[in-house]
């Protein structure tokens, strides 16, 4: 199985049609293939090893040298989501919109950069665990954007621990990780967001 270190990797060109010519043996016979793949990536300051049995990139097949493209790179980024547990692109996307915010006006009310956001719906950076926590809590919990919402107008809010009465939290809470992540009539599926309940 080809395995990859955090060294520097050969780039692809661009898209163009096949075959290549490979850069290291300079025979046009790069196509691309599905390999079983193992990469490390630094993520969150550590170091995972993350395996994909079926790999699609450009493979000199006279050499062996691997091609990088952006196809390949977004395989990649997508193993790494799932091994970590992150929300997708198309999550984050969907459950903003489905609340109806901008980008800058989500990013006003997690006190994130809009252009960060941006990155992470495009799928061109990968958020922290931290701050996937931070985004699942929001779009599932709407009693956290409600309480958000109070803090930005003065309220106090995570000044003092505020401790759950045994019994009755047990028999509302959803079980670990999951909330209400289950709507899929928008389009999402697991990291859907919860929507509150009418006032009567």
């Keep these: 199985m080809p395995e990859s270190q955090t060294t520097p990797a050969t780039r692809a060109a661009g898209p163009k049609p096949f075959p290549w010519r490979c850069p290291k043996c300079r025979k046009k016979v790069v196509w691309r293939e599905a390999i079983p793949y193992r990469v490390k990536i630094k993520h969150d300051n550590q170091l995972h090893s993350i395996e994909i049995p079926q790999l699609l990139i450009p493979r000199c097949k006279e050499c062996g040298e691997l091609l990088f493209d ?41 006190r994130l950069v809009a252009e960060e956001l941006s990155s992470w719906e495009m799928g061109t950076r990968i958020q922290s665990c931290a701050l996937d926590i931070l985004l699942r809590g929001f779009f599932a919990v709407p009693q956290l954007r409600s309480e958000l919402q109070r803090y930005f107008q003065g309220a106090g809010f995570g000044d003092r621990l505020v401790q759950e009465v045994k019994g009755e939290a047990a028999a509302n809470r959803p079980s670990a990780g999951q909330g209400a992540l289950s709507r899929t009539r928008s389009g999402c599926s697991e990291g859907a967001l919860q929507q509150e309940e009418p006032r009567k």
């Design 70 to 110: 952006n196809e390949a790179d977004e395989q990649i980024c997508q193993a790494l989501r799932a091994h970590l547990g992150l929300l997708s692109p198309e999550q984050i996307r969907c459950n903003r919109e489905t609340l109806g915010l901008t980008q800058q006006e989500l990013g006003r009310q997690l």
